[in-house]
């Protein structure tokens, strides 16, 4: 159906964004959540979760790669990644890129986003999803966490919705102790903890819980369009210090070894030093060190 409407995103009751549509792509109701993916006329394909921008052609690149590279850059031997939500497979791609993981397991509770994100935003995840080292399990991340074994991963990934409806449960003090007991001793996580200027709570609050389970909490940012608000912030929560600080030198060293140099279009081993460093209108938001 081609149509020259507009669609209003609903994250904010008072402000917000819309997006002229020119084609209609797909529209699900699954048991999870409203799914519509459309022809934007401005950031190519979009897809909307109960009517929250999730991703966008345009822009996805600066979101993946910082929820992805800077991890496993920061952790320098990441093997094994956990990877929560991310059902568009933008996450899984860039993770695969790292040659040294050698298993990454995504676990996405609506299989109609994967289903539908394959279909219709095919170039997000790419052969991501034929790759052996990948294994895709539909369900709800708290399950996977809570049976999960000991020291079985070295970065998590949560790439999930806000923590309203079915992502809630992923920002809760059951999840993350699950998350630090899954981790190695020099495993972290992040996870997307919204627009402060819009959303402080989510950051505030899920920042102090991550801190009942890991001695080394923080935050990073990065500049993302269709994320309306200013800066989003990527929760960042360790084992070992000194993750959120390691020398650009040494970054670029690990990107060029892992073959990450040259190849992202947001991501650069200065960014990646330079995300740590916030304004104070959000580290405000963050557990006094
Ligand atoms: N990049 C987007 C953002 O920052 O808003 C999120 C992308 S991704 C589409 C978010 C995914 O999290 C959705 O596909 C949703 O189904 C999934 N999700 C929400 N709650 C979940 C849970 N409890 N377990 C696993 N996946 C979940």
């Known amino acids: 159906m081609t149509t020259d409407s507009w669609v209003n995103e609903t994250l904010y009751d008072a402000w917000g964004q819309r997006f002229l549509v020119r084609r209609e792509l797909a ?39 910082m929820l992805t590279h800077v991890p496993l850059l920061a952790h320098g031997e990441a093997r094994r990644v956990l990877i929560i939500g991310a059902g568009d497979g933008g996450v899984l791609r860039r993770v695969l890129m790292h040659g040294d993981v050698e298993r990454a397991v995504m676990v996405e509770i609506d299989g109609e986003v994967i289903r539908l994100c394959r279909e219709h935003l095919p170039a997000i995840g790419g052969d991501a999803w034929n790759d052996p080292r990948a294994e895709v399990i539909v369900g709800d991340g708290i399950d996977y966490v809570r049976l999960g074994g000991p020291a079985s991963f070295d970065v998590i990934i949560v790439d999930s919705t806000d923590p309203i409806g079915v992502g809630e449960v992923l920002f809760t003090d059951e999840f993350y102790a699950s998350a630090a007991r899954l981790l190695s001793a020099g495993g972290l996580i992040v996870n997307q903890c919204g627009v402060p200027f819009m959303q402080a709570d989510e950051l505030r609050q899920t920042s102090a819980r991550r801190a009942r389970h890991f001695p080394y909490v923080g935050a990073y940012v990065a500049a993302v369009p269709t994320y309306v608000g200013g800066f989003m912030t990527l929760g960042f929560a360790a084992k070992q210090p000194g993750l959120d600080a390691i020398p650009r030198a040494t970054i670029e060293a690990r990107a060029r070894a892992g073959g990450i140099l040259g190849r992202t279009r947001y991501w650069t081993p200065a960014l990646h030093e330079a995300a740590f460093w916030l304004p104070p209108y959000i580290a405000e938001q963050l557990p006094s060190t």
């Not at 799914?35 to 921008?53: C, K, N, Q």
């Open 27 to 65: 529209r699900v109701r699954s048991p999870f959540q409203d799914i519509m993916i459309f022809e934007s006329a401005t950031h190519g394909r979009v897809m909307l979760l109960d009517g929250v921008v999730q991703i966008t052609e345009r822009d996805e690149f600066v979101y993946q790669e």
